[in-house]
């Protein structure tokens, strides 16, 4: 089986509209597809005509761990109205808002003018990330490419991006869990932490009620899927795959192939009713 449970559409900072995303999914030959964006509360029955390609609902989640920002997937959520996925959202996307606004005024001070409107007219309804500012610079001739925008105005260590306290990692993985979804840390690889403190994130996130490993993404090498499978036995984790796709002229994860894992982990798709 095909599967693919980390993409991203418009609706948070990928390029395409969530059915195209799907649609494209599905010419891709997936199985198995969940669209993840960012804080953002999952679109409903989503389908593809004429394919058999099932689309479960998923967002990826900002948290926050000893000070560092982590993501958790929230795949396969159940939308229950009675738990705290909906109201945590909430106040994550008016945290964005509010960090947008202090972007657009510190890159008003560089003398960018009009970024934090720029970038809402990139986002469109869908939450407002970084990645709408680096399309604005791009746009407006201030950048290059997104990742020179990064580099230059937006990245961790530049004057551009604002410091943000998202949920504590306990709060994100409860909120998913409340929603009968299974929460998954995210590519645990890109945080570069040294081996210890990831496997300290690793307990934290367990202890909490996190219960898989993204041990395959995008475009990582086998080495770095080699070491995280290893972290998935140590730990009796359930394993997830996603290609972290957003589209876009440099996106280099394919939709659809997040990279192979071993065969002898436990899918997290493996205990999911998907008749």
């Not at 997937?73 to 909430?90: F, I, K, Q, T, Y």
């Not at 080495?223 to 036995?233: F, K, V």
Request: proline share 5%; with cysteine; charged share 25%.
């Amino acid at each position: 089986m095909k599967v693919d449970l980390h993409a991203h559409s418009t609706a948070s900072d990928g390029w395409l509209p969530i059915q195209e995303l799907c649609d494209r999914a599905a010419k891709c030959g997936v199985d198995l597809f969940c669209v993840t964006d960012h804080d953002t509360l999952p679109t409903a029955n989503l389908s593809v005509s004429g394919s058999a390609m099932r689309v479960l609902p998923g967002i990826e989640l900002s948290a926050q761990w000893r000070g560092r920002v982590v993501h958790v997937l929230g795949l396969n959520l159940g939308n229950r109205p009675d738990g705290g996925l909906a109201s945590g959202v909430a106040e994550l996307r008016q945290r964005r808002d509010e960090r947008g606004q202090t972007i657009g005024e510190r890159l008003r001070k560089r003398g960018i003018e009009d970024a934090y409107e720029g970038a809402k007219r990139i986002a469109g309804q869908g939450v407002l990330g970084r990645p709408h500012f680096a399309r604005f610079l791009v746009e407006t001739g201030k950048a290059r490419t997104v990742d020179d925008a990064f580099r230059r105005w937006l990245g961790d260590t530049a004057m551009s991006n604002s410091a943000l306290t998202w949920a504590p990692v306990e709060d994100a993985v409860r909120w998913i869990v409340e929603d009968g979804g299974t929460a998954v840390l995210a590519h645990p690889a890109k945080y570069q932490f040294t081996h210890s403190k990831l496997r300290e994130l690793i307990e934290c996130f367990k202890d909490a009620g996190g219960s898989g490993l993204e041990v395959a993404c995008g475009m990582q090498t086998p080495a770095t899927t080699r070491q995280l499978a290893e972290l998935c036995r140590r730990y009796d984790m359930s394993a997830s795959a996603g290609s972290d796709y957003h589209g876009g002229p440099q996106d280099h994860a394919r939709l659809g192939q997040p990279g192979p894992f071993p065969e002898d982990l436990t899918p997290v798709w493996s205990t999911w009713a998907l008749s």
